[in-house]
């Protein structure tokens, strides 16, 4: 008999297996980014993107959260992540291996509020940390991006995003 932890290890195992095939195929890129709806109380959301810049470095971006690894964004890229209300630690690192010092960065901790959805913009300058954009800018630059899917999030903060429940009343 099959309990929840069998269930989950499944379900796991057959998205790192649908993960790598897509990443197999030259399939490192997903769906193109459209508006993210809104996150409940409980949430804050967070998009992470690397535009597609002239000076974009050709290898990726390890992004942590809460100092663990969620996503590896090539240029054009991006990635959300919902996580808990309240302080975090959220970092990019620009070609990371084989050291993975990234996720050590001090000075990126962050409160972010719930019901709230943040768009962290990666640096293509190494020295600097990634740094939080407005939406409407984002936005712009999120145009003709697409979600990264040759990575499995491996940050046990992260939770499946939770819609508003205005949201949700609004679309019934």
């Given at each position: 008999?099959?309990?929840?932890?069998?269930?989950f290890?499944?379900?796991?195992?057959?998205?790192?297996?649908?993960?790598?095939?897509?990443?197999?195929?030259?399939e490192?890129?997903?769906?193109?980014?459209?508006?993210?709806?809104?996150?409940?109380?409980?949430?804050?959301?967070?998009?992470?993107?690397?535009?597609?810049?002239?000076?974009?470095?050709?290898?990726?971006?390890?992004?942590?959260?809460?100092?663990?690894?969620?996503?590896?964004?090539?240029?054009?890229?991006y990635?959300t992540?919902?996580?808990?209300?309240?302080?975090?630690?959220?970092?990019?690192?620009?070609?990371?291996?084989?050291?993975?010092?990234?996720?050590?960065?001090?000075?990126?901790?962050?409160?972010?509020?719930?019901?709230?959805?943040?768009f962290?913009?990666?640096?293509?300058?190494?020295?600097?940390?990634?740094?939080?954009?407005?939406?409407?800018?984002?936005?712009?630059?999120?145009?003709?991006?697409?979600?990264?899917?040759?990575?499995?999030?491996?940050?046990?903060?992260?939770?499946?995003?939770?819609?508003?429940?205005?949201?949700?009343?609004?679309?019934?």
């Open positions: 008999m099959f309990n929840a932890k069998k269930i290890q499944i379900a796991a195992l057959g998205l790192a297996i649908s993960s790598s095939t897509h990443a197999l195929a030259g490192a890129f997903g769906a193109p980014y459209s508006a993210v709806p809104p996150v409940s109380t409980a949430q804050a959301q967070v998009v992470v993107y690397r535009p597609t810049a002239p000076n974009a470095t050709s290898g990726a971006a390890n992004v942590y959260v809460d100092r663990e690894f969620h996503a590896a964004l090539l240029p054009g890229g990635s992540v919902c996580v808990a209300a309240g302080a975090h630690n959220l970092t990019a690192a620009l070609n990371d291996a084989p050291q993975y010092k990234g996720k050590d960065a001090k000075a990126s901790w962050f409160t972010l509020a719930g019901g709230n959805t943040y962290l913009r990666v640096n293509e300058d190494a020295s600097k940390a990634p740094h939080f954009v407005k939406r409407d800018s984002a936005e712009r630059e999120l145009a003709g991006t697409r979600q990264q899917l040759q990575a499995l999030s491996r940050a046990s903060s992260a939770q499946a995003c939770n819609a508003s429940m205005v949201e949700a009343s609004l679309s019934q």
